[in-house]
């Protein structure tokens, strides 16, 4: 059995690790007994340099249960209890990987056994997604070994909140929930709000149908939302964090939950964060199930206790907010994004994109769809590389009908359109929006 | 206070319901400060302890937060969490986003209204179920999706419906 160990070349004799997808989707589809069925398997056979763990989603549900193994970066899916036996045994004792269990290419049927040439993610470019699928949500020190929360020591220890805010300008990064408005310009407005006492909101109450995007982060990454939230924070002057999450998210509520616990014994959140001047407390709202709750003076008024109604404008919520107090309401993946530019500097943010829209934006890719699955692009890429060459495209021969963006609000582009590059601009222009990242596609049959 | 001192006087059953209704709710008052932006998370928990949301409670609730019965009722009946009348053991939630939509939801209701004899929104005679659609659950990559209680199906089709409803009728024969 060593033998086989030694002569295969592609297994890694150090540590691995095996990570079983725990997302809402892979839960579903039985993900748990397999964690289980691993950890017995595992033991049974004395592997000692194996060790069995868990993350969030990997956005690739339908292909779901999702096992990989770190670091030699397999991908197994479709995983069912029965075959816990086969990876354990044949993978990791005897070194044959499982080619049944490999994601196979849709056109070819050509297995393929790694991770990063599954066409569904060699196409994509994670950032604000990177930590999604690789480390366990609900440890604080893996979010730390992958680099985190090293961006908000050293904006606390370098920097003021008004360099923040350039850097922020500068990056280009514009609102993720939709609108697209400037990041740096909204906190520019609430800094200067006048008013000691200020609240930064973090929108999670993802409404549109056919989006799990925020979801899919707050379960899988949830401290890099939050670590955007202590960055937003600060920059604004703001003394308090709520995170408005949709009660129909048990999984991310609870994620979160354990997050904030590790962040407050880790010191990263109450009085004097990182032993700076910055305090700074973040609390969970659960929202009730009103679509409506998703737009920013709707979710204030929902947070005070009363009907989500919105309120007309102005006041604008940069100077009178929840409470009457100047507040700034940030997406899930604004604040990941932040996250991102803080740690590698708005000029590297802004070299990925387009001209107007800068960065990276994350779609739920739904509807009917070869590999529906939550995905990571740069802005600007066609619609048709999106829905052909990460998407796989339309199952069963069918012709492309149309693909909605940006949910209810949003519209529905037809085949003509399919050249269109997918950024805040070119979308509304052809009568769509960018909207929070939902897309639908529709086939001939729709 | 006062109506659960009358309710303890008098020894008959209807009372006696009531009296520990009052105590369960007192006792989720009894951890809140009532302030009036506490009323969304005293429903949800009321709600969650208490099955649904009875007349009596929001006015408790009222009472408690000082604020008129009528902006109660008016938040209870906003968000679509709330219910105001007895739900079903069981709550068969079915996905009508558009992801699910477009990947057959209406068959699945159909079957659903079928099976149970009810439609959307109804409750069975016996309490058993409740059946609801909701207008997103966010995964939208299993469409289309139903949740039971807190358990999620994947890729639904109509001939699981009877297969999935079995297994939460012998849950209860097991009891």
């Given at each position: 059995?060593s033998?086989?160990?030694?002569n295969?070349?592609?297994i890694?004799?150090?540590t691995r690790?095996l990570?079983?997808?725990?997302?809402?989707?892979?839960?579903?589809?039985?993900?748990k007994?397999i964690y289980?069925?691993?950890v017995?398997?595992?033991?049974a056979?004395?592997l000692?340099d194996?060790k069995?763990d868990i993350t969030?989603?990997?956005?690739f549900?339908?292909?779901?249960?999702?096992v990989n193994i770190?670091?030699?970066?397999y991908?197994?899916?479709?995983v069912?209890?029965?075959d816990?036996h086969?990876?354990v045994?044949?993978?990791?004792?005897?070194?044959?990987?499982?080619e049944?269990?490999f994601y196979?290419d849709?056109t070819?049927?050509?297995?393929?056994?790694l991770?990063?040439?599954v066409?569904?993610?060699?196409?994509?470019h994670?950032?604000?997604l990177?930590n999604c699928g690789?480390i366990?949500?609900e440890?604080?020190?893996?979010?730390m070994e992958a680099g985190?929360?090293?961006?908000?020591?050293?904006?606390l220890?370098?920097?003021?909140?008004?360099?923040?805010?350039a850097?922020?300008?500068?990056?280009?990064?514009?609102?993720?929930g939709?609108?697209g408005?400037?990041t740096?310009?909204?906190?520019?407005?609430?800094?200067?709000?006048?008013?000691k006492?200020k609240?930064?909101?973090?929108?999670?109450?993802?409404?549109?149908p056919?989006a799990f995007?925020?979801?899919?982060?707050l379960?899988?990454?949830?401290?890099?939302?939050l670590?955007?939230?202590?960055i937003a924070?600060y920059a604004?002057g703001?003394?308090?964090?709520?995170i408005?999450?949709?009660?129909?998210?048990?999984?991310?509520i609870?994620r979160?939950k354990?997050?904030?616990a590790?962040m407050?014994?880790?010191?990263l959140?109450g009085?004097?964060i990182?032993?700076s001047?910055?305090?700074f407390?973040?609390?969970i709202?659960?929202?009730?199930?009103?679509f409506?709750c998703?737009e920013?003076?709707?979710?204030?008024?929902?947070?005070e206790g009363e009907?989500?109604?919105?309120?007309?404008?102005?006041p604008f919520?940069a100077?009178s907010?929840?409470?009457g107090?100047?507040?700034n309401?940030?997406?899930?993946?604004?604040?990941?994004?932040?996250c991102?530019i803080?740690?590698k500097?708005?000029s590297w943010f802004?070299?990925?994109?387009?001209?107007?829209?800068?960065g990276?934006?994350v779609?739920a890719?739904t509807?009917k769809?070869?590999?529906s699955?939550?995905?990571e692009v740069?802005?600007?890429?066609t619609?048709?590389d999106?829905?052909?060459?990460?998407?796989?495209?339309i199952?069963g021969?069918?012709?492309?009908?149309a693909v909605?963006t940006g949910?209810p609000?949003?519209?529905?582009?037809p085949?003509?359109?399919?050249h269109?590059?997918v950024?805040?601009?070119s979308?509304?222009?052809?009568?769509?929006i960018?909207g929070?990242?939902g897309?639908?596609v529709l086939?001939?049959?729709? | 206070?006062?109506i659960s001192?009358?309710a303890q006087t008098?020894?008959?059953p209807?009372?006696?319901?009531e009296?520990s209704?009052?105590?369960t709710?007192?006792?989720?008052l009894?951890?809140?400060?009532?302030?009036k932006s506490?009323?969304?998370?005293?429903?949800q928990?009321t709600?969650?302890e208490?099955?649904y949301l009875?007349?009596?409670?929001?006015?408790?609730i009222a009472?408690?937060?000082?604020l008129?019965?009528?902006?109660?009722?008016?938040?209870a009946t906003f968000y679509?969490q709330?219910k105001l009348?007895p739900?079903?053991k069981n709550?068969v939630?079915?996905?009508?986003?558009?992801g699910?939509?477009?990947?057959?939801?209406?068959?699945?209701?159909?079957?659903?209204?079928?099976e149970l004899?009810?439609n959307d929104?109804?409750?069975?005679?016996?309490l058993?179920?409740?059946?609801?659609?909701?207008a997103?659950?966010?995964?939208?990559?299993?469409?289309?999706v139903v949740?039971?209680n807190?358990?999620v199906?994947g890729?639904?089709?109509t001939d699981?419906v009877k297969?999935?409803l079995?297994?939460?009728?012998?849950?209860?024969?097991?009891?």
């Amino acid at each position: 059995m060593s033998n086989n160990k030694e002569n295969n070349a592609n297994i890694e004799s150090a540590t691995r690790t095996l990570f079983v997808c725990q997302g809402t989707g892979c839960v579903s589809g039985g993900s748990k007994k397999i964690y289980e069925a691993l950890v017995k398997e595992v033991e049974a056979a004395n592997l000692d340099d194996v060790k069995v763990d868990i993350t969030g989603c990997h956005g690739f549900c339908q292909r779901g249960p999702i096992v990989n193994i770190e670091p030699d970066g397999y991908f197994y899916a479709e995983v069912q209890p029965e075959d816990v036996h086969e990876i354990v045994q044949s993978h990791l004792v005897n070194g044959q990987p499982v080619e049944r269990l490999f994601y196979h290419d849709l056109t070819t049927d050509e297995p393929i056994p790694l991770y990063h040439d599954v066409p569904f993610y060699e196409k994509q470019h994670r950032l604000v997604l990177r930590n999604c699928g690789h480390i366990n949500p609900e440890r604080i020190e893996d979010y730390m070994e992958a680099g985190g929360y090293q961006a908000i020591q050293r904006v606390l220890s370098r920097m003021t909140p008004d360099e923040v805010i350039a850097e922020i300008k500068e990056s280009g990064l514009r609102g993720r929930g939709g609108a697209g408005f400037p990041t740096g310009q909204k906190w520019q407005f609430c800094r200067s709000a006048p008013g000691k006492e200020k609240y930064l909101i973090c929108n999670a109450d993802e409404g549109d149908p056919g989006a799990f995007m925020d979801r899919s982060i707050l379960e899988a990454d949830p401290h890099s939302v939050l670590e955007g939230m202590l960055i937003a924070g600060y920059a604004i002057g703001a003394t308090h964090g709520i995170i408005y999450c949709r009660a129909e998210y048990p999984l991310a509520i609870a994620r979160l939950k354990i997050a904030l616990a590790q962040m407050k014994e880790h010191r990263l959140i109450g009085d004097k964060i990182l032993k700076s001047n910055f305090d700074f407390d973040i609390s969970i709202k659960e929202g009730a199930g009103a679509f409506v709750c998703g737009e920013e003076t709707a979710l204030m008024a929902s947070i005070e206790g009363e009907r989500g109604m919105p309120r007309p404008r102005p006041p604008f919520p940069a100077t009178s907010g929840l409470w009457g107090k100047p507040t700034n309401i940030n997406n899930v993946k604004t604040l990941a994004s932040v996250c991102r530019i803080m740690e590698k500097g708005a000029s590297w943010f802004s070299s990925i994109g387009t001209e107007k829209s800068k960065g990276t934006a994350v779609f739920a890719l739904t509807g009917k769809i070869e590999n529906s699955g939550l995905i990571e692009v740069p802005m600007g890429m066609t619609l048709s590389d999106i829905i052909y060459g990460i998407g796989g495209g339309i199952p069963g021969g069918k012709e492309f009908k149309a693909v909605q963006t940006g949910g209810p609000s949003g519209g529905c582009l037809p085949a003509s359109m399919l050249h269109l590059p997918v950024e805040y601009e070119s979308l509304a222009a052809a009568g769509s929006i960018m909207g929070s990242g939902g897309m639908v596609v529709l086939d001939e049959d729709t | 206070m006062s109506i659960s001192k009358t309710a303890q006087t008098k020894p008959q059953p209807l009372p006696k319901d009531e009296q520990s209704a009052a105590d369960t709710l007192d006792e989720i008052l009894a951890s809140y400060r009532g302030d009036k932006s506490e009323l969304i998370s005293i429903l949800q928990r009321t709600q969650l302890e208490m099955g649904y949301l009875a007349e009596e409670s929001l006015n408790r609730i009222a009472v408690f937060l000082d604020l008129p019965s009528s902006t109660v009722f008016g938040v209870a009946t906003f968000y679509a969490q709330f219910k105001l009348r007895p739900i079903g053991k069981n709550v068969v939630k079915i996905c009508r986003g558009t992801g699910c939509y477009v990947k057959g939801a209406p068959r699945i209701l159909a079957e659903f209204e079928k099976e149970l004899g009810i439609n959307d929104g109804e409750t069975t005679e016996d309490l058993e179920f409740t059946l609801e659609t909701v207008a997103c659950f966010g995964c939208c990559a299993l469409a289309p999706v139903v949740v039971v209680n807190e358990d999620v199906y994947g890729k639904m089709t109509t001939d699981r419906v009877k297969e999935i409803l079995d297994t939460y009728k012998e849950k209860k024969d097991d009891e």
